[in-house]
């Protein structure tokens, strides 16, 4: 697992993952691997988790934020398995910002328990901090204005948002930034993890010019990621050998 390159596209609800997931695997020779959204909607066959934990965030928040955790991990462990070779994979979020960025903010607001919050923290800290998740070899940071990121949820219209306001988004863009730009967040596995963050206020979907901007910046992160590794595998050969 530790061989593959696995990089991270990250952002708040509406910043336009989506769309660039499509392009980047439209015209990047990567491998793309989704939140794993149909699992949270359907769990044993019937039962939609997300639906429920927008409804009813505080009943809901950590069992919803737990099997979020548990099914990321999988999607990435199921999808390497079926692929050959070393990627790039682009993963759509992460564990870590489950941890960062959703689940704190569960936590502040109330939704979760004292009790919730620190049982989360210590099954993050044992899968992550001991290997037992992959780690990644770059984040890719979709920055995005609450209120833009607002009017594109409402102009999508998905059932399961319908409940987000203006304020959980702002919170949301807040723990991405301290995490992701002023590195307030400490957690030593990625303390050292290249990141790429991508101004998307602009909107890029039919926008062929933005598009290509975001795309060669991309191209170029993951070309250099690639040659930090092999630098890196270099270097740990050469140390063998001596």
């Known amino acids: 697992m530790q061989t593959k390159k696995l990089i991270v596209l990250e952002g708040n609800i509406g910043a336009g ?3 660039l997931l499509r392009l980047i695997q439209e015209q990047l020779p990567v491998s793309i691997i ?6 949270w909607q359907t769990v044993a066959h019937d039962e939609n988790l997300l639906d429920l934990f927008y409804k009813d965030t505080p009943r809901w928040a950590y069992t919803f934020q737990s099997y979020a955790f548990l099914t990321r991990i999988q999607s990435i462990m199921e999808h390497i398995a079926q692929h050959e070779g070393n990627g790039p994979f682009i993963l759509e979020r992460s ?3 489950d941890r960062f960025c959703f689940a704190k903010n569960c936590f502040e607001a109330g939704f979760m328990t004292p009790l919730e919050w620190n049982i989360y923290k210590d099954w993050f800290a044992w899968l992550v901090e001991s290997n037992h998740a992959p780690k990644p070899n770059g984040f890719i940071y979709l920055r995005v204005d609450p209120d833009i990121a607002y009017s594109r949820i409402q102009k999508r219209s ?11 988004l702002q919170s ?16 030593s596995s990625i303390k050292q ?10 909107e890029f979907e039919q926008n062929i010019q933005k598009q290509n901007e975001h795309l ?3 191209a170029l992160f993951i070309e250099q990621l690639g040659q930090k590794i092999h630098q ?5 050969v050469s140390h063998a050998a001596v």
Request: hydrophobic share 25%; charged share 30%; proline share 5%.
């Open 17 to 19: 993952k989506s769309t």
């Open 34 to 39: 989704a939140e794993p959204t149909d699992k």
């Open 95 to 97: 564990v870590y910002c």
């Open 158 to 168: 998905r059932s399961e948002e319908n409940g987000i306001s203006k304020s959980y």
């Open 172 to 187: 949301l863009h807040d723990k991405h930034d301290d995490w992701l730009v002023h590195q307030k967040e400490p957690c």
């Open 193 to 202: 993890v290249p990141v790429l963050t991508l101004n998307c206020n602009d």
């Open 216 to 218: 060669e910046q991309i």
């Open 232 to 236: 890196q595998a270099t270097l740990g």
